[in-house]
């Protein structure tokens, strides 16, 4: 399998800025095979990145995408609009969920439509601070991975991918604090643990489970090896294009 490095930009860079990074990324980017390398720029920069980007090389996520394919929707992007042009996109990041009220109804339909659109979709679950401390945190992801699949059948699981990001370890929440690697284990294993009670314990084990909150180049080593983590998404640290870099080529050595 192979291991996933993904950045999410978020509301940073304009186009114009985004394409000097891809250039700049692209020239330093060595060819791993087995690394996945994926950014995931503003919706308006997709089009123009998408015609820069070298595809052998890395991938482009949207950050974002509607579940219906045309109509009366203003100001959305849909994923057949997105199709051709990522081949990733972010599902249910918390700042979606908890700044734009998505919930897991909504959730679900754009997995649903990634799928169908064939993007893969980037699946993103975590407890928040307050439900940490309540003990809810199995609760919180069972729900979240069991929402955000509803809508995905046996044959199309293989297509998604799971990120494990717990909100209170984001680097723009107030007060963010590094999640352990043993935390993250237990987490993701609660992720896969779910995942086999629908799909089965042989699907349970594959699907591909990202960590997200904070990474940098100096805990993704550690990020990288907890069992069971296929992979890294961060914000802050791929916005730095030696971060990113270091940080791929952390990826690639853990592999080795
Ligand atoms: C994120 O928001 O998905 C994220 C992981 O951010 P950061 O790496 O900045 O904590």
Not at 84 to 108: F, L, P, Q, T, W
Request: aromatic share 8%; proline share 4%; charged share 25%.
């Amino acid at each position: 399998m192979k291991t996933y490095v993904v950045g999410n930009w978020k509301l940073n860079f304009n186009v114009g800025e985004a394409s000097i990074y891809l250039h700049k990324l692209l020239k330093k980017l060595p060819n791993y095979r087995d690394v996945e390398v994926v950014i995931a720029p503003s919706t308006i920069a997709l089009q123009p990145l998408s015609l820069q980007v070298d595809r052998h090389k890395m991938k482009l996520a949207a950050q974002n995408g509607f579940y219906r394919d045309y109509g009366a929707f203003t100001g959305e992007t849909s994923m057949s609009q997105l199709r051709g042009i990522v081949d990733y996109v972010i599902v249910g990041h918390s700042e979606r969920r908890y700044v734009m009220g998505e919930n897991d109804k909504m959730i679900a339909k754009k997995v649903a439509a990634a799928v169908r659109n064939r993007i893969t979709p980037i699946l993103c679950v975590g407890e928040t601070e307050n439900e940490r401390a309540f003990g809810e945190t199995a609760d919180v992801i069972r729900d979240q991975v069991l929402g955000g699949l509803s809508e995905v059948s046996e044959e199309d699981i293989d297509k998604v991918i799971i990120a494990y990001e717990p909100v209170w370890a984001i680097s723009s929440v107030k007060g963010a604090k590094l999640a352990t690697p043993d935390e993250v284990a237990t987490v993701v294993g609660l992720v896969r643990a779910t995942i086999s009670e629908v799909y089965g314990a042989e699907t349970g084990e594959r699907v591909p489970v990202l960590f997200g909150g904070s990474v940098n180049p100096s805990n993704a080593g550690a990020y990288l090896t907890v069992p069971g983590v296929n992979g890294v998404l961060m914000g802050g640290s791929s916005l730095i294009l030696s971060e990113f870099i270091d940080i791929i080529d952390t990826a690639k050595r853990v592999r080795a």
